[in-house]
């Protein structure tokens, strides 16, 4: 696994579930797709019937395959949704886009926006700074949990998988340069002070 699920993982997904919570309302009745959802249980958080696991890493999804209910269900390819017809409501993006090139984030966001009209997109955790800039912030804008922040990272970039990946950063006016969308920008889901999230529906 690349990413550690630590205490800091958790409080930061309470976080995360309380926002969308405040931003959607009730969701329940719809479908919940979890976009490279990595080790994470979200969906034991998130009162929804209807839940789609998406990553790349076949291992994490057969991680989640041992233990998931019948309303859930794990795909490793956006094509699968299209070829199963599985119609996503909500798809939640979160603290994954650093990761991701841009070229290819707008490949992933176009793809949803032209399949499913009524989808909505929620990427939470989107850095403005790079790490080393990030990481000395955090000492103003995080100072009430910097010794359980640091400590996740540490613990995440002792692995060389991780210090191998390319982090992306995103400015505000890159999204609100995307034909075709609304796009509503709100403070971060997670703790991370110093990033943002937006909420991304069809123009």
Known sequence: MIFNHSNFSIINE?????????????????????????????YEKIPNKNFILFDKN???????????????????????????????DIVLLNSVIQYIKKEN???????????????KLIISDIPVH?????????????TKDIFTIYSDIFTNISNKDYKDLDFITYDKEFFQSIEGTNIEIKKNFYLFKTRYSILITKD
């Open 58 to 88: 076949k291992d994490v999804l057969r991680l989640h395959d041992k233990k998931k209910e019948p309303n859930i269900c794990t795909i490793h390819s956006l094509d699968e949704l299209l070829l199963n017809e599985i119609k996503p």
């Open 14 to 42: 309470n976080s995360l579930v309380s926002n969308i919570t405040s931003l959607l309302g009730s969701t329940d009745r719809l479908n919940f797709m979890d976009f490279g959802c990595g080790i994470a249980s979200l």
């Open 105 to 119: 984030l707008l490949e992933i966001i176009n793809f949803f926006i032209s399949n499913f009209p009524h989808i």
């Open 130 to 142: 790079n790490r080393f800039v990030e990481f000395l912030l955090l000492f103003v804008t995080n």
